[in-house]
């Protein structure tokens, strides 16, 4: 199983980006998808999550700004960023857990400019 993560790009603070995590199957076999995020000499952080049943969860830095969601058409599980700040520059992962392993995909560049 594959996971990739896009949308990422350069955008300046107050504004918002859409990210999606696709998958190589279906992504709704995951027991949950999760938004992480890692900058330059810190540790990798949860943003947000989704269980398979679709309850949600995010890290208190982010509650308000971003929204995560399920496509099942798409096959995506997305993560809406609005309000950015410099502060959420960084790389973004998208997670997916499944019978107790983990999986990642290959991250997406944030950068959000002052």
């Known amino acids: 199983v594959q996971l990739q993560a896009s949308g990422g790009g350069l955008v300046q603070a107050g504004g918002s980006l859409r990210l999606s995590c696709t998958a190589s199957g279906s992504i709704f076999n995951f027991n949950s998808v999760g938004w992480y995020r890692q900058a330059p000499g810190q540790q990798r952080e949860l943003v947000a999550n989704?269980?398979?049943?679709?309850?949600?969860s995010y890290a208190d830095s982010v509650k308000g700004r971003f929204t995560v969601s399920r496509d099942r058409a798409k096959n995506t599980v997305n993560l809406q960023m609005n309000s950015l700040k410099p502060e959420d520059t960084s790389v973004y992962y998208c997670?997916?857990?499944?019978?107790?392993?983990?999986?990642w995909g290959q991250g997406t560049q944030v950068t959000v400019s002052s």
């Open positions: 989704v269980t398979s049943r679709g309850k949600t």
């Open positions: 997670n997916g857990l499944y019978l107790g392993y983990a999986y």
